[in-house]
């Protein structure tokens, strides 16, 4: 598996993925830096430009690749290069999702892992990793990557979100 940044030439490719997605009944892609909702993936490839650059008035700095084993996108992961308040809370360093049919073969474990070698190569020394309390997969992928526990955070909403600290030294 590697980590490749989204290109003009993956385009049929990642339409084919988040069409994947939305198939399976799932309208919001974590870790997608708004390609759920993007207008089309031209627009969506200008959009991360502006915000890996830190100029996107509403969202901090950060750096959307695909993981991608033999040609096939399997995932994609946003890592944000520094937290806001609500990151703190909710998002973390890293958000990512893997393609529904290629779920429970490791890729999200491997993910993450590489994810964390790009934190490493941005400075971030520890970096917070964070899923919904429902999502024992996401768990279990965090603690397979050395996720410590610091604690639970309710949102209005009343949706808990567990906070796991990664040390990447």
């Given at each position: 598996?590697?980590?490749?940044?989204p290109?003009?030439?993956?385009?049929?490719?990642?339409?084919?993925?988040?069409?994947?997605?939305?198939?399976?009944?799932e309208?919001?892609?974590?870790?997608d830096?708004?390609?759920?909702?993007?207008?089309?993936?031209?627009?969506?490839?200008?959009?991360?430009?502006?915000i890996?650059?830190?100029?996107?008035?509403?969202?901090m700095?950060?750096?959307?690749?695909?993981?991608?084993?033999?040609?096939?996108?399997?995932?994609?992961?946003?890592i944000?290069?520094?937290?806001?308040?609500?990151?703190?809370?909710?998002?973390?360093?890293?958000?990512?999702?893997?393609r529904?049919?290629?779920?429970?073969?490791?890729?999200?474990?491997?993910?993450?892992?590489?994810?964390?070698?790009?934190?490493?190569?941005?400075?971030?020394?520890?970096?917070?990793?964070?899923?919904?309390?429902?999502?024992?997969?996401?768990?279990?992928?965090?603690?397979?990557?050395?996720?410590?526990?610091?604690?639970?955070?309710?949102?209005?909403?009343?949706?808990?979100?567990l906070?796991?600290?990664?040390?990447?030294?």
């Amino acid at each position: 598996m590697q980590l490749i940044t989204p290109k003009i030439e993956h385009k049929q490719e990642a339409l084919e993925y988040r069409q994947d997605h939305f198939d399976a009944n799932e309208l919001i892609i974590d870790g997608d830096n708004g390609f759920d909702e993007a207008e089309t993936y031209e627009c969506w490839l200008t959009g991360l430009d502006i915000i890996k650059a830190g100029k996107h008035e509403f969202f901090m700095p950060s750096s959307t690749y695909f993981a991608v084993v033999d040609g096939n996108i399997v995932g994609v992961v946003d890592i944000r290069h520094k937290l806001n308040d609500h990151l703190m809370k909710t998002g973390g360093h890293i958000g990512y999702s893997v393609r529904p049919n290629q779920r429970r073969k490791g890729y999200a474990t491997e993910i993450l892992r590489l994810a964390l070698k790009k934190c490493q190569e941005m400075g971030i020394r520890k970096a917070l990793v964070t899923c919904n309390k429902n999502n024992i997969g996401s768990q279990k992928t965090i603690l397979k990557n050395n996720g410590v526990l610091e604690n639970e955070h309710e949102d209005n909403n009343g949706n808990i979100t567990l906070r796991y600290w990664i040390d990447i030294n």
